[in-house]
């Protein structure tokens, strides 16, 4: 499998010795075909990684998933678990809009060993390795496309661990997948909340988000922006909140503020919040649509497209969606693990604080291409960046 020609993978080690730093890189990843999506996994002292090549919007991409040391003396280098060609479907809204492939339809399993993903996404499940072979294998395992699917990735095809099908996703409550599969039950995107394994926020796509406590399977909360269209959302906290009857802006913005901060400093991984409680709020980054007069960077195709589309730090409370101004006009992906992430069109990627918005430190500069996705890890807070077919990897310091 090391010999695989389109593998190219090099370990870049010591890359950034500054201990001052949020973040520290531990490798660098080349790719035979730009990245167009990235899924990270820490267990312990492994980083696991899976990397889908090509276009989203092409017929057939490439899928790698491998694995490297987070420390140690071979920190860094790879260990090459599979690969496997997979043909995403495309999905639509109500209103006939193409809606983003993001990690809601594809995700690690937990003990990061396995891939889960919707039926629908097509693979090769035979050693034959073709995407669309016609043996009884790889066509009887099509014909449910409400399934979700729990795979292993093997060098040219996948071999199935489990296929839950709708009625058995729902009885998977208590099971230890419970988090990933009530994923593929929204039709545009839900986000886990940081710190948290029963609660997610999901969005139509339309200004609507929602709060579901998916342990009681319950909707906690709705929030509204009527005429305001969504693309992405990051989830970055949330907090619980008893305003004043009566309150300044100044005071009001205080409070807030003070428990975002409060969220940030004591709240572990796991820690449930009180969700019966009416005032929880939300903090999210979203994607919307931006003025087209405010574009600082240029560029064409997909990137051009993107530039149509703004970032913006977003509240949900009290039944609404509070948004601010555009983060960066030349923001092409952005992340969340505990401090923000930016990457631009321009192939600038530094970090901010969330609750000042002061830029912190640079982490790199893609020279000639710009950022394509960004992913990170929460509970550990590692990160990857991907530019065309280079993938950096960062832990935290």
């Known amino acids: 499998m090391k010999d695989d020609p389109r593998l190219n993978f090099q370990g870049d080690l010591n890359l950034n010795d500054n201990s001052q730093g949020?973040?520290?890189r531990v490798a660098c990843y080349n790719h035979p075909m730009p990245i167009s999506m990235v899924l990270l996994n820490i267990k312990e002292n492994e980083i696991y990684i899976c990397v889908i090549c090509g276009s989203l919007e092409q017929k057939e991409s490439t899928l790698f998933v491998y694995k490297a040391l987070k420390k140690a003396e071979n920190?860094?280098?790879?260990?090459?678990?599979?690969?496997?060609?997979?043909?995403?479907?495309?999905?639509?809204?109500?209103?006939?809009?193409?809606?983003a492939v993001d990690s809601s339809r594809l995700q690690f399993t937990?003990?990061?060993?396995?891939?889960?993903?919707?039926?629908?996404?097509?693979?090769?499940?035979?050693?034959?390795g073709k995407l669309y072979c016609s043996c009884p294998r790889c066509t009887s395992e099509f014909s449910e496309k409400n399934a979700v699917k729990i795979v292993q990735v093997k060098t040219g095809y996948v071999t199935i661990e489990t296929l839950l099908r709708t009625t058995q996703v729902h009885r998977k409550r208590k099971a230890t997948y419970r988090h990933l599969t009530v994923c593929f039950l929204v039709s545009v995107e839900l986000k886990r909340i940081p710190k948290s394994t029963i609660l997610v926020v999901g969005h139509n796509g339309f200004g609507e988000f929602g709060l579901w406590d998916i342990d009681k399977r319950i909707l906690v909360s709705k929030f509204s922006a009527p005429g305001t269209s969504v693309f992405q959302c990051v989830p970055v906290g949330m907090f619980t909140w008893q305003s004043k009857v009566e309150h300044n802006t100044k005071e009001l913005i205080d409070e807030?503020?003070?428990?975002?901060?409060?969220?940030?400093?004591?709240?572990?991984?796991?820690?449930?919040?009180?969700?019966?409680?009416?005032?929880?709020?939300?903090w999210l980054l979203i994607s919307t649509h931006s003025d087209p007069d405010s574009h600082s960077c240029q560029s064409s195709g997909k990137r051009q497209a993107n530039l149509a589309r703004c970032w913006r730090l977003a509240l949900l409370v009290k039944n609404m969606v509070i948004m601010g101004r555009t983060l960066d006009s030349g923001v092409a992906a952005v992340a969340s693990v505990g401090h923000g992430i930016i990457g631009r069109c321009d192939g600038l990627v530094y970090t901010w604080d969330l609750s000042t918005g002061n830029k912190l430190e640079n982490l790199h500069h893609f020279k000639g291409t710009g950022v394509s996705c960004i992913s990170t890890d929460n509970t550990s807070g590692a990160l990857a960046v991907a530019s065309e077919g280079e993938l950096l990897v960062y832990v935290q310091s």
């Open 22 to 24: 949020l973040l520290k």
């Open 75 to 99: 920190m860094g280098f790879p260990s090459f678990v599979g690969h496997v060609s997979i043909a995403l479907p495309i999905y639509k809204d109500a209103y006939g809009r193409d809606i």
């Open 110 to 128: 937990p003990d990061a060993q396995c891939l889960v993903l919707l039926n629908s996404i097509k693979t090769p499940f035979c050693r034959e």
């Open 256 to 282: 807030i503020m003070n428990a975002t901060k409060m969220w940030f400093s004591v709240m572990g991984e796991n820690h449930i919040l009180p969700v019966q409680n009416t005032d929880m709020a939300v």
